[in-house]
């Protein structure tokens, strides 16, 4: 029998189709393997599909300290003084870099990453949403963050977010019954991770989530899911795409130095939630803008009062207690004695630190395997950051 040329093309197409998935999957299955993981969280579009953000025009490079600082040796924790310098090893710093008044006063990239390095951000993506939701609602094309979340995606209305307020999904307290669990194979955030490196769809995947845990707005509990629901509602609200958001509101006008990119899903839906990529120093850029309470060179970006708002303790109590022990904004958290700082944090180490009293702005990447394994699901691992950060900015009064 014989084949034609169109079939043989056919067959060509659809296996190179197949390949890219099953390649994805494969870096997916060992993005955080201990060899290759520094490597991987600087090359995050060879495991996922992606969206590129160039670079902004009006480019702005940040004014570098010629009075460059040393960090402090050693930082507090638990009534024992620790190294900084051995913290940073320990966990497995990627980069760091240190901003006062606007300026840059330290910067060290580590592990054979460089300065032009994209970072993958995980939920410091969060964050970023939430300033542009800031932005939305000044707008009015957010009316109120009363409204249900129904109200601009009628589709989630044959879910589990059926009615529930646009407030209670920023304090990640929707009340959707959804494993966070990292370490367990069939937890829904790593179910959705594989459908997000096979190519399927994450708005889909968020119309299926049925189950209710408890009322909305009674508790808070870590949902990364909620932050791509408020994606959707953000995309038929502004009737852009959150990369198109993005970009026009905040990327443009804080005159990024790289590029940058959103992982996405098969359709080309950004992965709000944790998949934005850019270098150490424009992550430090979105801290600077939150410092400064939402301006940047003469322009009130973000809303004054969002600011405010976004990152103040004013969540709903956690449902753990015991294990969830900061406190919480518009996916913004806050560090337990906070004296007005709060931070955007990622798993596996990504933090960006702002302390406005102290005029400085922390980010600290990294690929620590061990983030997850402290017994604590990270949370020791957060307040000992914190309290080294703390030390930091303390240092350079």
């Known amino acids: 029998m014989k084949i034609s040329g169109f079939f043989l093309l056919l067959v060509a197409i659809l296996a190179a189709f197949n390949h890219k998935k099953i390649t994805n999957l494969v870096h997916v299955l060992n993005l955080f393997d201990e060899g290759p993981i520094v490597q991987n969280f600087s090359h995050m579009r060879k495991a996922f599909y992606f969206d590129e953000i160039p670079a902004s025009g009006g480019k702005h490079t940040w004014p570098v300290s010629q009075n460059p600082v040393e960090l402090p040796e050693l930082y507090s924790w638990q009534g024992k003084n620790k190294s900084v310098s051995a913290y940073l090893d320990e966990t497995r710093t990627t980069s760091l870099l240190v901003i006062k008044n606007g300026e840059i006063v330290y910067e060290d990239y580590r592990l054979g990453t460089g300065q032009n390095d994209h970072r993958i951000s995980w939920s410091m993506a969060k964050s970023f949403l939430s300033a542009m939701f800031g932005v ?32 209670d999904v920023l304090y990640m307290a929707s009340g959707v019954e959804f494993d966070e669990d990292y370490l367990d194979f069939h937890s829904d955030i790593n179910k959705m991770g594989r459908i997000l490196a096979l190519g399927g769809s994450m708005d889909k995947f968020a119309i299926k989530m049925q189950e209710v845990a408890r009322p909305s707005g009674q508790n808070r509990q870590y949902v990364s899911i909620d932050t791509h629901v408020l994606g959707m509602v953000l995309r038929n609200a502004t009737k852009q795409s959150n990369k198109e958001y993005l970009i026009e509101k905040l990327w443009n006008k804080l005159g990024s130095e790289r590029d940058a990119y959103y992982l996405t899903d098969g359709n080309g839906i950004a992965f709000v939630l944790g998949g934005l990529n850019m270098t150490t120093r424009d992550y430090a850029r979105f801290g600077e803008l939150f410092r400064l309470q939402g301006q940047w060179q003469g322009e009130q970006i973000i809303p004054k009062e969002w600011v405010s708002e976004s990152t103040a303790n004013s ?8 294990n969830d022990t900061f406190g919480y904004g518009y996916q913004w958290w806050v560090p337990q004695n906070a004296n007005g700082d709060f931070f955007a944090g990622g798993i596996y180490g990504q933090f960006i630190y702002v302390n406005p009293k102290l005029h400085t702005v922390i980010v600290k990447t990294s690929a620590h395997r061990g983030f997850r394994n402290d017994g604590n699901f990270g949370r020791d691992v957060k307040h000992e950051t914190i309290e080294m950060f703390r030390a930091i900015a303390n240092s350079l009064n």
């Open 315 to 322: 969540a709903p109590p956690p449902v753990d207690p015991v």
């Open 136 to 167: 939305a609602v000044d707008e009015g094309k957010i009316k109120s963050l009363d409204d249900p979340v129904t109200a601009y995606v009628p589709e989630l209305s044959v879910s589990a977010y059926n009615n529930v307020p646009i407030r």
